[in-house]
């Protein structure tokens, strides 16, 4: 997360106690490593194809056509779920870094653990949006949403209030180290017509989490097939899309949208990560919502909406790819949370399974076992 090189710190004669969290005594290994450099073995899967925070910033730099890119942030959460700090500390800390355009998403209501949000919470957000909006000032407030999608392909919040938003993120939160192709599992996703934006597609996290696995041709594909737009989360440990990823994403045609996934003013700097991979990448510019104005990306997202509402009525379907949500406890007070139910044979619903077709108890178990470390509570999974 370093802004330069150390190498570059050290030739240019300065100390590399400048960097952060750099004591003499480290400072001292770094220089004698990069006077005699030792052989640097090959990463393994779960810390490859990351970039650091000072090489895309030379990158970013070389690359003056894609400065517009900077002037929208697509993905960063405030205090009302796992965030820091207030809409307005948010937006006055991306109108110092020239951000024209924000969009806050903060999570829906399954995710428990980041205090996600109901449809409630998210119209008062919506309301303090407005009055920040009110004002005039720059950047434009987006009203967004990450929503937890379930492998069936289902979100959790309703779909009239999700279309009222501006930008509608899904993320896939839970069962994110199953080894076996997922390619079925984003197929049902990026049919979800509530959503126009896949977030960190692979979630994937730095020395952590390598990702989920599928046929990556064919997901990029039908990304660019159904409108559904794939993010590069440039969050710093995530990098998710990766550039070999992008790479496909290009040659496919989907669109891309780029965010910090900020939780706090200082990340909203990493943007430059993702615009980086981009380039490396070689996503054309005109395939990037970023680069878009404010006006032609809200048209945009309305293109999205609507020709994945026409490809829903067109095949007749259920709103939720092969099933519909159905609350687990009706008792009035109690939040019971809900379930997915699957669509079976001619058209009736099972109600005997649960998401993953396992005991409520079973999933809870799961999830505890797969429950970031210490420290890593605020990254929303
Ligand atoms: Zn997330």
Same mark, same amino acid.
């Given at each position: 997360m370093w802004s330069e090189e150390a190498a570059v710190i050290q030739e240019s004669g300065r100390d590399l106690t400048e960097l952060s969290a750099i004591g003499p005594f480290t400072a001292n290994f770094i220089s004698r490593w990069l006077k005699d450099r030792p052989e640097v073995p090959a990463p393994p899967p779960i810390r490859d194809g990351f970039i650091t925070y000072a090489s895309a910033r030379e990158v970013t730099r070389a690359h003056a056509e894609w400065v517009g890119a900077a002037k929208a942030d697509h993905q960063m959460h405030t205090d009302e779920t796992d965030g820091s700090s207030t809409i307005d500390e948010m937006a006055e800390a991306a109108r110092a870094l020239g951000r024209e355009r924000i969009a806050i998403t903060d999570h829906s209501r399954t995710l428990r653990i980041t205090n996600g949000m109901d449809e409630a919470r998210l119209a008062a957000q919506g309301d303090r949006i407005d009055a920040v909006n009110a004002r005039g000032a720059a950047p434009w407030v987006l009203k967004g949403i990450e929503m937890d999608v379930t492998p069936e392909g289902a979100g959790d919040m309703e779909p009239a209030v999700l279309a009222r938003l501006d930008l509608v993120l899904g993320a896939f939160h839970s069962k994110l180290r199953l080894r076996d192709d997922q390619t079925e599992r984003y197929f049902r996703a990026l049919a979800n017509p509530d959503i126009q934006v896949l977030a960190h597609p692979r979630g994937r996290v730095y020395n952590f989490r390598t990702g989920l696995v599928c046929d990556w041709d064919r997901v990029a594909r039908r990304a660019s097939e159904t409108g559904t737009v794939l993010e590069i989360d440039a969050y710093p440990d995530r990098q998710d899309l990766d550039i070999e990823r992008l790479r496909i994403v290009a040659a496919e045609g989907a669109w891309i949208s780029i965010g910090t996934d900020a939780h706090s003013p200082g990340e909203l700097a990493f943007l430059e990560i993702g615009i980086a991979a981009a380039i490396l990448a070689g996503v054309? =510019?005109? =395939?990037? $919502?970023? $680069? $878009?104005s404010n006006r032609a990306f809200a048209e945009r997202v309305g293109l999205v909406r609507a020709a994945k509402a026409a490809k829903i009525s067109e095949r007749g379907t259920n709103r939720v790819a092969g099933g519909k949500r159905e609350r687990i406890d009706t008792t009035p007070g109690k939040s019971g949370g809900s379930r997915f139910v699957r669509r079976e044979a001619g058209g009736r619903f099972s109600t005997d399974q649960t998401s993953a077709g396992r005991s409520v108890a079973q999933d809870k178990r799961v999830k505890a076992k797969n429950a970031a470390p210490k420290g890593m509570k605020d990254r929303g999974d």
């Open positions: 054309p =510019r005109e =395939r990037v $919502l970023n $680069l $878009l």
